[in-house]
């Protein structure tokens, strides 16, 4: 068997069965679709190839333009599904057909192409993808696609950077909020959509159609099965619902951060200085940070502080984020414990959990970062003094 129609056939099935494991689960999440109609339509490139490879295309050109018209909305797709997975869900409305513009724009060509005389059509059809016979609408075509993904891509990848530098202005456990997948998979798209512009300048297109494009889609591929079950992707929609829940303080901190810089927020020294002594008797008399759950809201539902006036507090009076504050209180309540005698009976997680984490991870991360060594040599050293 050819090999490269064997590349091809193995990616357009792998895509089809990624699509059905995420479109047809019970009390499905928007989330879901949204990824299952990126899969569809970064296959629908590939069917289109297979079926230009083998002749298919000669019966019926058209398909050139229509995989277009769906390639061309991978990169509102990608964004949409991006929106989603940073607790953002999608709400229709008039604006959003904008978005439609990039499926739109095939259609000028296909036009075109249905104006073009019949041994014109014939020539255009015959040497698709033929290097040797390369024209703008073969080139049209082809780098469409990528080109119209691209900002859409960029734009997304700025959103969703702020929102990992934001994260821990707002959060003491982040491990839930799959904020790490999101960061993976924007960076992952954008190495595949940069190495196929490489390729594309490299190459002659025709390698880069029929080799190069289900080899990136195999990648893409296999990433979103290996982070479908470590990061458990598939919700239902319930599960949507509380998992967009725990992004709202972060979408609460960033709209706030848009509204009020700091420069610009009128809290004055005196003010600061007054709300930072809330703080801190909060945290050292009422010991917040025993809470698992502490975020940035609830915070300030607890010291009666707008939300980003807290960031700026903790940022500015004590110079460190929010993260790095909470949990070095929880590191402090977690010295004590390893160094009280009558607490051995517990083990180092257990009283980590006592402490206010909620993650062995995070906890052997944080308290090796603050005293500078793991917790297990710190009980050591207190046992052997």
Not at 237 to 242: A, N, S
């Amino acid at each position: 068997m050819d090999w490269i129609l064997f590349l091809n056939a193995f990616t357009i099935v792998n895509k089809l069965v990624l699509f059905s494991l995420f479109w047809f689960k019970k009390n499905n999440s928007a989330s879901n679709r949204f990824l299952s109609v990126l899969i569809l339509f970064s296959a629908i490139p590939v069917l289109s190839n297979y079926i230009i490879y083998t002749g298919g295309v000669k019966n019926f050109p058209h398909l050139i333009f229509i995989y277009q018209i769906f390639g061309n909305m991978v990169g509102p797709v990608f964004y949409f599904y991006c929106m989603e997975m940073i607790g953002r869900p999608f709400v229709f409305n008039k604006n959003k057909l904008l978005h439609l513009i990039p499926a739109v724009f095939p259609v000028i060509f296909w036009i075109d192409f249905l104006l073009l005389s019949e041994p014109e059509k014939h020539s255009f059809v015959i040497h698709y993808l033929d290097p040797d016979f390369l024209n703008w609408r073969m080139l049209v075509a082809s780098v469409t696609p990528p080109l119209f993904a691209l900002p859409y891509f960029i734009y997304t990848s700025q959103i969703v950077f702020k929102y990992v530098a934001s994260v821990k202005e707002v959060y003491t456990n982040v491990e839930k909020l799959k904020i790490n997948y999101i960061k993976q998979f924007v960076g992952l798209m954008l190495a595949e959509l940069f190495t196929l512009f490489v390729c594309y300048i490299v190459f002659p297109i025709e390698d880069v159609e029929m080799i190069w494009l289900p080899i990136l889609n195999n990648i893409y591929y296999f990433y979103i099965i290996y982070k479908a079950y470590n990061y458990a992707l598939i919700f239902s929609e319930e599960d949507y619902r509380k998992y967009q829940q725990l992004y709202q303080p972060l979408n609460d901190f960033v709209r706030a951060e848009k509204k009020d810089k700091y420069a610009s927020s009128g809290l004055s020294q005196e003010k600061i200085a007054m709300y930072a002594v809330i703080l801190q008797k909060g945290f050292n008399e009422e010991k917040w940070y025993l809470d698992p759950e502490l975020n940035l809201k609830t915070v300030s539902v607890k010291a009666e502080i707008p939300i980003h006036y807290i960031s700026q507090i903790i940022n500015q009076k004590f110079e460190k984020n929010f993260f790095d504050y909470v949990n070095s209180y929880r590191v402090e309540e977690l010295k004590l414990k390893l160094a009280d005698l009558s607490q051995n009976k517990f083990t180092i997680e257990g009283l980590a959990y006592m402490s206010g984490f909620n993650s062995k991870a995070a906890f052997q991360r944080v308290f090796k970062k603050n005293i500078g060594m793991s917790p297990r040599e710190y009980r050591k050293t207190c046992m052997d003094n």
